[in-house]
Structures are given as C-alpha cells and as structure tokens.
C-alpha cells in the first residue's frame, strides 16, 4: 500500500471530533511516521517525545495549526 493511502487509513482510524488541537496534531505526526518508516519506527525509543516536539511546534504556529485542524475536519466529517 503506498504511504499517502496508509498515511489517510491512520487518520480515518485515529482523528475524532472530540479531541484537542495537540492530540490531532500527535496523530497527524504519528500517522505520517509511520506511513513513511512504518511500524517499528513508531515503537523505537524516544518515539514519544518526537511526537511531542512536532505536536508542539504544529500547535504554536498558526498557519500549520490552521491546516491541521482543516485537514482533521475533513476526517471527522467522513465518519459517521
């Protein structure tokens, strides 16, 4: 499966409408993570704080915040 299809089925899985900006933004980095170096990347110590350091930088600067919470809207909507 190529990452971009994998990529959207983490996000189809994970995003819900109920969570913070920094959880979207956590799936989103976890999401493409994983996608492009797969599995065994994602449970690789230091993993988690990765994910924390690129959460925080999405969530503190507007213009990517701004496309995250677009793109995660997208993904809640298709949810039924």
Same mark, same amino acid.
């Given at each position: 499966?190529?990452? =971009?299809?994998?990529? @959207?089925?983490?996000? @189809? +899985? ?11 933004? +956590?799936?989103?980095? #976890?999401?493409?993570? @994983? ?20 959460? @925080?930088? #999405? ?15 997208? =993904? ?5």
């Amino acid at each position: 499966m190529p990452d =971009y299809e994998r990529f @959207e089925q983490k996000l @189809e +899985q994970n995003l819900t409408a109920g969570l913070s900006a920094r959880e979207m933004a +956590q799936r989103f980095v #976890i999401a493409a993570l @994983e996608a492009e170096f797969g599995h065994n990347f994602t449970s690789s110590p230091g993993f988690a704080k990765m994910v924390d350091t690129l959460a @925080e930088a #999405i969530v503190t600067n507007p213009e990517l915040r701004r496309q995250t919470l677009a793109m995660a809207s997208l =993904y809640t909507r298709k949810k039924p």
